[in-house]
Structures are given as C-alpha cells and as structure tokens.
C-alpha cells in the first residue's frame, strides 16, 4: 500500500503542477494587462493634457497674428488714402495750371489770327485799290 500511496501521491503531484503553473501564467497576464492599462491611462491622460496646451498656443499665437494683420492693414488703407489725396490734389493744381497755360496759348493764337487776318485784310484792300487805279488808268 506504500507503494500505492506513493504512485497516487506522485500522480497528484505531477497533476498540480501545470495548474499551479497555469494560475501563475494566468495571475502574469493579469499583471500585464493591469500594468498596460494603467501605462495607457497616464499616457492618454498626459497626451490630452499636452494636446490642450498646444491648441491654446496655438489660438493665442493666431489671435496675436490676426490683431497685426488687422492693424498693418488699416495702417496701409491709411496710407493709400493720404496717398490718394495728395494725388488728386496734385492733379487738381496741374489741371489748373495746364488750363491756365491753354487759355494764354489760346489768347495768343487768336491775337495773331487776328493780327494777321487784319494785315491780310489790308494788304487785300491795298491790293484792290492798287487793282482799281490801274483799271482807272488803263481806261483813260
């Protein structure tokens, strides 16, 4: 009957040893999983965190960019206007002065056309009478 215990005592033994074995791969896995959870918990958790903070950078950094932006741009509008008026006044003065100039040249023009329609009209008349008293010769 030793014997017997012994080939018993030893199969249960053996028998116990993969269980035992399998609950320690069993409580590893466990671990594993546990640890990789809680890993995979703080880094999402720090990911997030991280994601707000460059998101909040990044909206200030486009606020900062959109204000300058806006100000060079009423800057530039204020400076094209300026440039606008003193065009438009300069040209107002050159118009001026250019029709100034025109009425003068026109004045001279019709002086000398006049001058000279006059002087056209009296060597005509000289013409005409010198014309007459030849006429008035010839039928004497």
Aim: proline share 1%; hydrophobic share 35%; net charge positive.
């Amino acid at each position: 009957m030793k014997f017997r215990f012994k080939a018993i005592l030893a199969a249960v033994l053996f028998s116990a040893v993969p269980l035992a074995l399998a609950q320690d791969a069993a409580t590893d896995v466990k671990k594993g999983a546990e640890d990789t959870g809680a890993a995979t918990k703080k880094v999402a958790t720090k990911t997030g965190h991280e994601t707000k903070v460059v998101a909040k950078d990044t909206a200030k950094g486009t606020e900062k960019v959109a204000d300058k932006t806006g100000h060079e741009t009423k800057v530039a509008a204020k400076d094209t206007a300026k440039g606008t008026e003193k065009v438009a006044d300069k040209t107002g003065h050159e118009t001026k002065v250019a029709a100034k100039d025109t009425a003068k040249g026109t004045e001279t023009a019709a002086k000398k056309t006049g001058s000279g329609v006059k002087k056209g009209t009296e060597a005509t008349g000289h013409e005409m009478k010198k014309a007459g008293e030849k006429t008035e010769d010839a039928v004497k």
